[in-house]
């Protein structure tokens, strides 16, 4: 095992107030397995995400930001069930934030990333069901990879194997005793820190008993989610329907995975029963669930019929199992926190989809509709009183602009320092006649002769400008005569 993948080296520089860093943190900084798999499972479930809510027509940036609150309130709710469950192990306060060693609880993942998405999407006016069609598959492809982590660290281990299993199995299934100072608490993986506590194994054995790596169990299990997912993507019939097949399919898996695993951070609760009642009582409360909802929709009535009958016979099978031979031999148990959780998130989504199937085949468009109007509403007020509030900033001084920017004239020609006077008055006498016919083409070239501008009547224009020029000449013959 790796419980850390590489240690990153430190100066030792001196810290104000601190010391010398290799006195605060040490020489090297290491960075734990566990904690890489977990980034990972962001970054993949991100894109994962984001792509999923473009193609069903969600608003993407919304999307991405609902992400971020849905990652960050999984964290707290993982967290603080694993606190709830093992207060023992908090020494200080501070050790809740220890995070790269592990101590999260994937159900409290669950329920605080679905509180904490609800609340954010309220506020959007966006529901809640669409979103948690896309946002399940990043789900499960988060266990296939963490639960990797799981593994490289030591946690979350099984029940002994007995010695007649596979040989391969029980190689992966074989925790190492750590070399001291591997990790700042404890000299070996869980799984060998438990044997010895225990006295199933020295202080000085160099590894645990082999045991059944569920890390790995539940990492294929996410995989294999993820695929059950994704084809009922291609077939969803109403928003829901991928998020109820991944509670009801996750609460079923993690249920059996709880019955081999064996390390006490789990917690359990509840009413303390012999295990030939508690079991197959939950596993017969699952085949009921199954048989009521996700049964219906399989078209054909004889498949559904048989898959309904077999959704017993693990019920059975458990209990034929775990009987005992006489009342005293019982072994009393009780359920793990996991194991609740499955089960009573799994008949809830049950009986949520007998109604939400029903009505998807009496309005099947209405089913998939993704209800979006109340949310671009409101983005549309939004928008409009960050415009009004951008005007009013900007008022005064759009009329301060009007005050200064003089009304637009109609363009004139330029007039030349050394222009002659008699081409300066022709000049006045053509701006005469485009004001007298404004209904005409306007288009007069600056710096250049004015020709006529009317091209209807082009002869007439002529005739006109060619009789005030000759005028022009003759008053300007005389006035110089008189003037000599």
């Given amino acids: 095992m790796h419980p850390i993948l590489f240690r990153i080296p430190l100066p030792n520089w001196n810290l104000p107030r601190l010391g010398p860093i ?77 995070l790269r060693r592990g101590g999260l609880v994937a159900y409290g993942g669950f329920l605080g990333g679905y509180l904490g998405s609800w609340i954010y999407l309220r506020l959007k006016k966006i529901r809640l069901l669409p979103w948690a069609d896309v946002a399940v598959p990043s789900l499960a492809t988060g266990l296939g990879i963490t639960r990797i982590g799981c593994y490289l660290f030591g946690c979350d281990f099984g029940k002994p194997l007995t010695d007649s299993s596979p040989q391969w199995l029980q190689k992966l299934g074989t925790f190492p005793h750590w070399t001291q100072g591997t990790v700042d608490r404890g000299d070996g993986s869980p799984a060998w820190i438990q044997h010895v506590n225990q006295n199933l194994i020295s202080h000085d054995a160099v590894h645990s008993l082999p045991v059944h790596p569920t890390q790995l169990y539940e990492s294929l299990l996410g995989w294999g989610l993820f695929a059950l997912l994704m084809y009922q993507r291609r077939h969803q019939k109403f928003r829901g329907q991928v998020f109820m097949l991944f509670a009801f399919s996750y609460g079923l898996g993690r249920f059996l995975l709880e019955i081999v695993r064996d390390d006490l951070e789990r917690g359990a609760f509840g009413p303390e029963l012999g295990a030939h009642i508690l079991i197959p009582g939950s596993l017969a409360l699952f085949g009921a669930g199954y048989a009521i909802s996700f049964a219906m929709s399989i078209p054909n009535l004889t498949m559904r019929r048989l898959t309904q009958v077999l959704a017993f016979v693990p019920a059975i099978v458990a209990y034929l199992i775990m009987r005992p031979s006489n009342f005293m ?55 409009a009183k960050a415009e009004g509030k951008s005007e009013a900033g900007g008022g005064r001084k759009d009329e301060g602009d009007d005050d200064e920017v003089p009304v637009q004239k109609p363009r004139k020609k330029k007039k030349k320092a050394e222009a002659p006077a008699g081409e300066q008055k022709a000049d006045d006498t053509v701006e005469a006649a485009f004001d007298d016919d404004k209904g005409e083409d306007k288009a007069v070239k600056s710096g250049e002769t004015v020709e006529a501008a009317f091209d209807g009547d082009k002869s007439e224009d002529k005739s006109e400008d060619k009789s005030k020029d000759k005028a022009d000449e003759a008053g300007k013959t005389d006035d110089d005569k008189k003037d000599g």
């Avoid at 709710?77 to 200080?92: D, I, M, P, Q």
């Fill in 22 to 98: 290799h006195d605060v943190i040490g020489s090297s900084l290491p960075i734990y397995s566990y904690g890489v798999m977990l980034g990972l499972s962001f970054i993949v479930g991100w894109y994962l995400t984001l792509w999923l809510s473009e193609k069903d027509g969600l608003p993407k940036e919304t999307m991405a930001n609902c992400y971020v609150v849905t990652a960050i309130a999984a964290l707290v709710g993982a967290r603080l069930l694993y606190v709830l469950t093992n207060l023992n192990e908090f020494e200080s306060f501070k050790d809740i934030f220890a």
């Fill in 329 to 383: 031999t019982a072994q009393i148990i009780q359920l793990s926190t996991s194991q609740w959780v499955g089960v009573l998130t799994a008949v809830a989504v049950s009986v949520a989809f007998v109604i939400y199937y029903k009505g998807a085949e009496a309005h099947p468009e209405a089913a998939m509709e993704l209800h979006l109007h109340a949310f671009y509403e409101q983005e549309d007020a939004q928008a």
